[in-house]
Antibody
Framework: EVQLVESGGALVQPGGSLRLSCAYSGFSFSTYWMSWVRQAPGKGLEWVASISQDGSDKYYVDSVKGRFTISRDNAKNSLYLLMNSLRAEDTAVYYC????????????WGQGTLVTVSS | DIQMTQSPASLSASVGDRVTITCRASQSISYSLNWYQQKPGKAPKLLIYTASTLESGVPSRFSGSGSGTDFTLTISSLQPEDFATYYCQQSYRTSYTFGQGTKLEIK
């Protein structure tokens, strides 16, 4: 069974940092694009970042460029999101998602981890 | 960025009804359009990709159509478990963008 499990969400002060992790099981992790998608409380979905199978290509939504870094460790079957200079508007549930037949499709999702940015 | 606009924002329907949700892209995205279903407190679930291909395990009452800028999601006969929020999403180019969602409620 394919499973993605996020961790690392927490309450953090504005300007702080946090690293999210996503552990997978049940599929060949290194053959898929992986992404982070977030959802602010009561709001819609927003794509945050994507990373290629070998980690050489990375894309970000403009609002997080220069602050967030997506990475992966295929040997540890893990995806990461390092978030710096956090703002109140980064408050959201963060989902990791596996790419589908095209890199921008998301055909398997974790349960999400909540990041709250507040003083 | 490519903007995705869904309509309606909310919809009330009854079990057994046929329902259609539309999604419009601000520029042509060919067939690079996906549909997701999300229930409260749960992660989204991929229903349809590349405009009309049903994801494995998704009931055949769900169908998608369209190309270019205009797309539709149709549920042929609503079941109780279909009441949820539906999102379209373009995978044509980054930044990948979602529609604002359509909340499907029981009448």
């Amino acid at each position: 069974e394919v499973q993605l499990v996020e961790s690392g969400g927490a309450l953090v002060q504005p300007g702080g940092s946090l690293r999210l992790s996503c552990a997978y099981s049940g599929f060949s992790f290194s053959t898929y694009w992986m992404s982070w998608v977030r959802q602010a409380p009561g709001k819609g979905l927003e794509w945050v970042a994507s990373i290629s199978q070998d980690g050489s290509d990375k894309y970000y939504v403009d609002s997080v460029k220069g602050r967030f870094t997506i990475s992966r460790d295929n040997a540890k079957n893990s995806l990461y999101l390092l978030m710096n200079s956090l703002r109140a508007e980064d408050t959201a549930v963060y989902y990791c998602a596996r790419g589908g037949s095209a890199k921008g499709q998301f055909n398997c999702w974790g349960q999400g981890t909540l990041v709250t940015v507040s003083s | 960025d490519i903007q995705m606009t869904q309509s309606p924002a909310s919809l009330s329907a009854s079990v057994g009804d046929r329902v259609t949700i539309t999604c419009r892209a601000s520029q042509s995205i060919s067939y690079s359009l996906n549909w997701y279903q999300q229930k409260p407190g749960k992660a989204p679930k991929l229903l349809i990709y590349t405009a009309s291909t049903l994801e494995s395990g998704v009931p055949s009452r769900f169908s998608g159509s369209g190309s270019g800028t205009d797309f539709t999601l149709t549920i042929s006969s609503l079941q109780p478990e279909d009441f949820a929020t539906y999102y379209c999403q373009q995978s044509y180019r980054t930044s990948y963008t979602f529609g604002q969602g359509t909340k499907l409620e029981i009448k």
